[in-house]
């Protein structure tokens, strides 16, 4: 092999790792747009929210996590903790409990993660239906004018 045909084989090589690069980026992005979209849904379902609300939701939940996979309790505020407690009873949140010493003492830490699975199962869920719940769209007003009449 020659030199000219060393460089090329390099060259080949430097180009497909940074495609390589890329198309990683480009499926983690995939990846985290699928999962917000799964998480509204999700959101959606268990709360029997508009998608307005669980879009909004979702993008709070977001900006707390800033992208990263855990979040320490301790670094959130008290609102965000207990927004976090709703969505933990819901499954859609985990708490992860750590024990360490420190100084002789025992000390806990407790970090905050999605539940991914739980997230796609409630995703796909669909909202249980209530067989009375046609009564409710029926406004009072209906209501008062039937009893009227009887």
Same mark, same amino acid.
């Given at each position: 092999? =020659? ?21 990683y ?36 939940? +977001? *900006? ?5 996979? +855990?979040?320490? =309790? ?23 409990? *750590?024990?360490?010493? +420190?100084k ?20 796909v ?26």
């Amino acid at each position: 092999m =020659d030199l000219n045909n060393s460089v090329k084989v390099f060259q080949i090589t430097v180009v497909q790792q940074e495609f390589n690069k890329v198309n990683y980026k480009n499926l983690v992005q995939v990846g985290k747009n699928q999962m917000k979209q799964l998480l509204i849904k999700a959101l959606k379902n268990s709360f029997e929210m508009s998608k307005e609300d669980a879009v909004a939701l979702a993008k709070t939940v +977001e *900006e707390i996590f800033k992208g990263k996979k +855990e979040i320490e =309790d301790m670094t959130i505020d008290k609102y965000a903790r207990a927004l976090f407690y709703d969505l933990q009873r819901e499954k859609l949140l985990k708490l992860r409990r *750590e024990e360490f010493k +420190e100084k002789g003492k025992q000390m806990r830490k407790y970090y905050w993660s999605f539940n991914n699975a739980a997230i796609k199962e409630l995703a796909v869920e669909k909202i249980k239906k209530d067989p009375y719940n046609v009564y409710k769209k029926i406004p009072n007003e209906a209501w008062l004018v039937h009893s009227q009449i009887n």
